[in-house]
């Protein structure tokens, strides 16, 4: 017989009220408090491979917040600002060199059934030198990739394709941009000399 993470990883429906889902979940909190805790009083944390469960050597300030953690998979370079919410019940894989701006939320959770007793979760996918900005929101089964910026507020809800600016509610493409300059607009930003602008629907890079 399936277990209820089994199903929660393959997409199904299952019951988060599961105790070993709990047990975990307990776990998880409990470790995020120590983390947050530590970061916030200016004192070296607990390694983030305690809470996420493998190898992942990017930089989270706290606070921050994840579901269970071990669903969370980020590559080199990774870094997230304040504020940062990753709910995990599916997977969340995140490619090398890829920021989250202050605030940025990602879920996996898509809906909920029979008066909310069960739920169902889809993963998420970020591939390569990304930069999401602040406060914005990815939804579950969402898959973005190489080379993107998201701008500032934008809710992601349908997959982004390569070499583009987005922006927007729902977000969407609003300008191509060839690979190297793209990389350079990223430069830019992980240096901290170039912003997003959310206005007029985010168009374009601030300098």
Do not use: H, W
């Not at 390569?162 to 830019?188: S, Y």
């Amino acid at each position: 017989m399936r277990t209820e993470k089994e199903k929660m990883l393959s997409a199904e429906y299952y019951n988060p009220s599961d105790k070993l889902l709990v047990a975990d979940r307990k776990k998880a909190e409990e470790l995020l408090k120590s983390y947050n805790r530590n970061g916030q009083q200016g004192k070296r944390g607990m390694p983030l491979t305690e809470i996420l469960g493998k190898e992942n050597r990017g930089m989270v300030k706290p606070p921050f917040a994840c579901t269970y953690g071990y669903n969370i998979q980020l590559g080199k370079g990774f870094r997230a600002e304040q504020g940062c919410c990753l709910n995990d019940c599916n997977s969340i894989v995140i490619g090398e060199n890829v920021i989250l701006g202050e605030g940025v939320k990602i879920t996996t959770l898509v809906e909920k059934k029979d008066k909310a007793v069960l739920e169902m979760a889809y993963p998420v996918r970020i591939g390569n030198n990304v930069y999401i900005g602040d406060r914005t929101v990815v939804c579950s089964g969402v898959s973005i990739g190489d080379n993107v910026i998201i701008a500032p507020g934008s809710v992601v809800s349908i997959d982004i394709p390569d070499n583009v600016i987005a922006a927007g509610t729902p977000c969407r493409a609003i300008q191509i941009v060839p690979p190297l300059e793209m990389l350079n607009k990223l430069e830019e930003l992980k240096r901290g000399k170039g912003s997003l602008d959310a206005e007029d629907e985010g168009r374009g890079l601030a300098a």
